[in-house]
């Protein structure tokens, strides 16, 4: 089999596909045998983690599966040590690991949402379930008392979707780019009196971390929710989207040179809208820009069979490079997680108990769910999947040309190259 066609088994989709994409690419760019590379560096790397994990390539499926769950268990465990044993139920135990967060990622300035706008929004449609947990009986009262970005957390988790997207939410579109301003993003902790209005949406998420990207944070509820991995699951997904933050504000701000279609581009980007329609067929090579894991809807949805980039797969990337940062911030053990380094596009198919062949992911965020699942064999490989998209866009352009598309093309919602 051929590279192209063990690529195409792994994504998943035609292998027309890709011999397309190996023609065109090359044609525009002059490197050749990129598809072989990839696998030849999928190889390796496997090789080496299998060295490193103490098993062999011959063990089945579940055996590496459950090597990197023991992975991710000690990993979290060192992590959960150099922050100095964090209570997730405790405010400034968690306020400390977003601090340590903002250390491995600074706090860039960005393009966000004036907070006299906020509070104009908050007066308009004043948010009733979020007043009445916290005892009040007017929106001047409680922004008089409570901090604003408190509030504006609590709105996700408090309020229930219906009202926030069919009337708070239409209030963004009368907004004017001289609505926003410069300021640096932030991480903050969820106050311990709304964290308990929180337990709903914890539970369901399974995680107590979350953004407001026309703001500029991201907030942590503090509250244990007692799964494995929980420290190291809590810590890269802070960093993720302290880097899906930055990359949303520039696109706000290029947004702004357009003051008719701010509000709707602005709307689009935070419903996190995608391209809907076949791709043009022409004699060149189609691409979308998939700014959602649509695989967390529906596995079979048919844009997951195209030729696509993904800036939620970078955002990762760049989280898990932070990880290897943090073990050398944090207590030296840099070496230790720097196992997960560049390993998020790679995997392959291992044999189950009774031969069959099954596509094992070797990417963070895909162990550390299926950790989350109590080790049920409930398998993730979406994050895997769409992080090898970016990496064959990347071996033929670079990993700053891929940001650069997917910013510009974002909301278009392909491009043809």
């Not at 229930?160 to 209030?171: A, D, P, R």
């Not at 106050?191 to 399974?206: P, Q, V, Y």
């Not at 995680?207 to 494995?228: A, C, D, Q, R, Y």
């Not at 009774?354 to 596509?359: A, R, S, T």
Request: charged share 30%.
């Amino acid at each position: 089999m051929s590279s192209q066609e063990k690529i195409a088994k792994i994504l998943r989709c035609d292998r027309d596909y890709i011999f397309d994409i190996d023609r065109r690419l090359t044609a525009v760019t002059g490197r050749k045998g990129i598809f072989e590379k990839i696998m030849e560096e999928n190889d390796n790397a496997i090789k080496e983690r299998f060295f490193s994990l103490g098993i062999s390539r011959n063990c089945s499926a579940k055996d590496i599966y459950d090597a990197l769950i023991s992975k991710v268990e000690a990993d979290n465990h060192k992590i959960f040590l150099a922050l100095k044993s964090p209570n997730y139920n405790n405010v400034s135990d968690c306020k400390r690991v977003a601090e340590a967060a903002i250390k491995i990622t600074g706090s860039p300035k960005g393009f966000f949402l004036k907070y006299e706008k906020a509070k104009e929004f908050l007066t308009k449609e004043p948010p009733k379930k979020v007043m009445k947990f916290l005892g009040y009986d007017s929106i001047k009262s409680m922004l008089a008392k409570e901090d604003l970005l408190q509030i504006y957390s609590a709105l996700r988790f408090v309020e229930g979707s219906e009202w926030l997207n069919n009337v708070f939410f239409k209030q963004y579109e009368s907004l004017q780019p001289e609505d926003f301003e410069e300021r640096e993003t932030q991480a903050f902790v969820v106050s311990k009196n709304l964290a308990k209005a929180a337990e709903g949406f914890t539970t369901k998420k399974k995680h107590n971390i979350s953004h407001l990207k026309e703001l500029g944070v991201v907030f942590v509820i503090p509250t244990m929710l007692g799964i494995s991995g929980e420290i190291l699951r809590m810590f890269s997904l802070i960093l993720h989207y302290l880097h899906e933050i930055p990359f949303y504000s520039r696109i706000f701000k290029n947004s702004a040179l357009n003051k008719e279609k701010f509000a709707a581009d602005l709307i689009s980007l935070l419903r996190g809208d995608v391209w809907d329609k076949h791709l043009p067929e022409n004699e060149q090579s189609s691409w979308l820009v998939v700014q959602r894991y649509l695989a967390k809807d529906d596995e079979n949805d048919w844009r997951l069979f195209m030729p696509r980039i993904n800036p939620e797969a970078l955002h990762w990337l760049k989280a898990e490079d932070g990880l290897v940062r943090a073990g050398e911030l944090l207590d030296g053990f840099s070496y230790d997680l720097s196992f997960w380094q560049d390993l998020d596009w790679v995997g392959n198919y291992f044999k189950d108990e009774i031969g069959n062949d099954v596509l094992v992911s070797f990417d963070l965020v895909d162990t550390v769910m299926s950790l989350v699942k109590e080790k049920e064999m409930v398998k993730y490989l979406y994050h895997h999947q769409e992080a090898l998209w970016n990496k064959i866009f990347i071996e033929y352009f670079s990993r700053e040309e891929l940001e650069e598309y997917a910013r510009k093309y974002v909301l278009r919602g392909y491009f043809t190259v």
